[in-house]
Nanobody, 120 residues
Framework: QVQLLESGGGLVQAGGSLRLSCVAS????????MGWSRQAPGNERELVAT???????NYTDSVKDRFTISRDNVKNTVSLEMNSLKPEDTAVYYC??????????????WGQGTQVTVSS
């Protein structure tokens, strides 16, 4: 019903930067909010950042002032600019979106995930 396709993960040294992108496609009226979560080995999935269609954003404390989330409401895309990366940012990052489906049902969807590895 809704597909979320992520791109942009990879390997970077500590202090470096990466940009993740995600595009939503499928049969829906809207996707709001959109965001990113991450899961490191042995840890629970953690919500990293979210953004509403009006541009209001929220971040988990550990990434504030380092990560910036943005979105394009026309293209149904969401991006995460990650700066000053630390080894503890290493995780699989998942795009997430709450979609209002054409059936009238509202559901949360997840992408397949993209690996981000930060070396020390």
């Amino acid at each position: 019903q809704v597909q979320l396709l992520e791109s942009g993960g990879g390997l970077v040294q500590a202090g470096g930067s990466l940009r993740l992108s995600c595009v939503a496609s499928g049969r829906f009226f809207s996707v709001n909010p959109m965001g990113w979560s991450r899961q490191a080995p042995g840890n629970e999935r953690e919500l990293v950042a979210t953004i509403t269609s009006s541009g209001r954003s929220n971040y988990t404390d550990s990434v504030k002032d380092r990560f910036t989330i943005s979105r394009d409401n026309v293209k149904n895309t969401v991006s995460l600019e990650m700066n000053s990366l630390k080894p503890e940012d290493t995780a699989v990052y998942y795009c997430t979106a709450q979609a209002l489906l054409r059936s009238g049902v509202r559901r949360t969807f997840w992408g397949q995930g993209t690996q981000v590895t930060v070396s020390s």
